[in-house]
């Protein structure tokens, strides 16, 4: 089996027109819009400027940078530095540095937003409990929840940008998302993630204080899962029966889904995943995945002459087995509206790097050495298998991050202690989202068999597949590459 190893480490340098651009973003006090999504349009050269340094010279819309209410105050010590050149667009403007945080100053986690991501069967009652914890964690008015089942809406995004549409993440507010759209270059997707609005009091006056609170960054927790792993746990799961989702009754799993009615996937993916000497898949890959996926799809005689044609549920419970994953993989690759995850998670695991790499670009360009944890926009990536082989230290690792020392170490130790018991009780008494312990039985393996035990077959199947053991191992390097660049950023 022939493996590409994957590059994605390095962005290109960046020109010294793009860097000032980004400039303004970046380190201009992230004050509350004049109005709620009041936007400023940056000047054409500088959105121009910012684009070109991403290989993109067309005629997409400017830039946007949110609006701000007043210059800030003069450089101190450790805050401030001045924009000494004349380029038109860092000309007298004061540029803000993250906040020196020695001298024993207490984390304060109202000072930043956070954003927990996960993707399909990598933590969606997950993501919800590492919310409460936070909530949780600290005895101070923040972090608090913003209640809401996704920030903003999942799989979608702008057309013209490529990132979410309508983001707004609040200082001290904590948002879960389930598989965003990150198709942006990546000076963009700083701005959607450091942007802030102002928010409404109950009385509509837009006053309330934790709207006017500073957002110095964002801390971004994203939930990850090995590929393969994933890919045989999303055919288990929706394998079952009764079905715990209604729609893989009527999702046509093989055409082509197009954004907009003509933005394809291989298209979104293609700036992160398909370039280079090196890429992760290759152009061409989109189209073996779907001839798969069409190859399996009512193709057999009972599938096609049954009273009813078989739905892709009936695919997933009575093909083979392996034929049964093969399809359930085809739409967790290459189907970006109903599914994608595998290859979402992929892009955006480079998409969040490419956005921290540009920050230091900027760091490095004032002559300030990047840190970590002094980053305006922080990335954790944390696996569903540390989650399940140490529950305890993987919830230690979060609040560490999260919380810094706002919450005292025994409440971290009472949170992840709790937590270790409560997933052990749900493995023993068994629970509608973890299928380690089920029963699930297919047809093909013959009636007493738990396809439950046959992971370890499944995965081999998978590695060994010349397409799927290719673009999945590619995927599994770069995550294991982010857990580990997580462990070292954030010990």
């Not at 980004?22 to 819009?33: E, G």
């Not at 009091?201 to 934790?210: F, H, I, L, P, Y």
């Amino acid at each position: 089996m022939n493996q590409t190893r994957v590059k994605f480490d390095v962005m290109p340098p960046l020109p010294a027109a793009a860097i000032a651009a980004a400039l303004i973003v970046l380190f201009l006090p992230i004050r509350p819009a004049i109005g709620a999504g009041h936007v400023a349009v940056m000047p054409d050269d500088e959105a121009r400027a910012g684009r070109a340094a991403h290989g993109d010279v067309g005629d997409a819309p400017p830039v946007v940078a949110v609006a701000r209410e007043r210059r800030p105050p003069p450089p101190s010590h450790g805050s401030f530095v001045e924009v000494g050149d004349e380029s038109p667009t860092a000309k007298n403007v004061a540029v803000r540095r993250i906040e020196d945080r020695g001298g024993g100053a207490s984390f304060d986690p109202g000072s930043y937003a956070y954003l927990i991501v996960h993707y399909h069967k990598t933590g969606h009652h997950l993501s919800r409990q590492l919310r409460d914890f936070l909530v949780d964690g600290t005895d101070g008015d923040y972090p608090v929840s913003d209640g809401m089942e996704n920030a903003f809406e999942r799989r979608m995004h702008e057309e013209d940008t490529g990132c979410p549409r309508s983001v707004v993440l609040s200082p001290g507010v904590i948002s879960v998302q389930a598989a965003p759209d990150f198709f942006c270059d990546a000076a963009v997707l700083v701005e959607h993630l450091l942007r802030q609005d102002e928010q409404d009091d109950d009385d509509g006056r837009g006053t309330n204080a934790r709207a006017r609170r500073e957002k110095l960054g964002i801390k971004v927790v994203h939930l990850v899962r090995d590929p393969f792993s994933l890919a045989v746990s999303n055919w288990i799961y929706h394998a079952q029966y009764p079905t715990p989702e209604l729609w893989v009754k009527d999702v046509d799993p093989c055409t082509e889904e197009l954004w907009f009615g003509t933005q394809g996937y291989r298209d979104l993916v293609r700036p992160t995943l398909l370039s280079g000497d090196d890429p992760i898949m290759r152009y061409d890959d989109f189209d073996a995945i779907r001839g798969i996926c069409v190859g399996l799809y009512r193709t057999r005689k009972e599938a096609r002459e049954d009273k009813r044609p078989w739905s892709y549920y009936t695919h997933l419970r009575h093909l083979d087995p392996e034929s049964a994953l093969s399809m359930a993989t085809t739409h967790m690759m290459g189907q970006g509206m109903t599914g994608g995850d595998i290859v979402r998670m992929a892009n955006n695991v480079v998409k969040l790097r490419q956005a921290m790499q540009l920050e230091d670009q900027i760091r490095l360009s004032r002559h300030v050495v990047p840190d970590a944890k002094g980053r305006m926009i922080q990335v954790m990536t944390l696996s569903m298998e540390e989650f399940t082989r140490e529950p305890r230290a993987a919830t230690i690792r979060f609040l560490d991050f999260a919380l810094g020392d706002s919450s005292p170490r025994d409440v971290k130790e009472r949170i992840a202690a709790e937590y270790e018991s409560s997933y052990r009780a749900k493995v023993r008494e068994g629970n509608e989202h973890i299928t380690n312990d089920k029963e699930i039985t297919n047809g093909k393996y013959g009636g007493d068999v738990n396809i439950v035990e046959k992971r370890e077959d499944l995965e081999g199947f998978l590695r060994h597949h010349d397409l799927f053991g290719r673009v999945l191992g590619n995927i599994e390097r770069l995550i294991n590459d982010a857990l580990l660049e997580s462990r070292r950023n954030f010990s």
